[in-house]
């Protein structure tokens, strides 16, 4: 299972990104998806994770702002980003808990390359 991100880039505090994060491969099947970021001179935090059924956890920090959503038939994750603030400027990264059938079931965690937001004015 790869992972390739997209979506990160230049945003004025209080403006609005959308991160996208698709995964490729074959014979998968895609658990939880999640968001991580990672700031300048932090550790790498969890931002925000989504089941396969849906359901959500966001880090404080995300909460009120940011919505994570998946598309389990594109095998994609997303991430809207709003009301963005300088300290939201970090590397960010997806990952996924997956399982693969070949033919008998291997567990797996993938992680993307990672993309950058700055948030400056």
């Known amino acids: 299972v790869q992972l390739q991100a997209s979506g990160g880039g230049l945003a004025q505090p209080g403006g609005s990104l959308r991160l996208s994060c698709a995964a490729s491969g074959s014979g998968f099947r895609l658990n939880s998806m999640g968001w991580h970021r990672q700031g300048p001179g932090n550790q790498r935090e969890l931002v925000a994770s989504?089941?396969?059924?849906?359901?959500?956890n966001y880090a404080d920090s995300a909460k009120g702002r940011f919505t994570i959503s998946r598309d389990n038939a594109k095998n994609t994750v997303y991430l809207q980003m709003n009301s963005l603030k300088p300290e939201d400027t970090a590397v960010y990264y997806c990952?996924?808990?997956?399982?693969?059938?070949?033919?008998?079931?291997?567990?797996?965690?993938?992680w993307g390359q990672g993309t950058l937001v700055t948030v400056s004015s």
């Open positions: 989504i089941t396969r059924a849906g359901n959500t």
């Open positions: 990952e996924t808990d997956y399982m693969i059938f070949d033919p008998t079931p291997i567990a797996g965690r993938a």
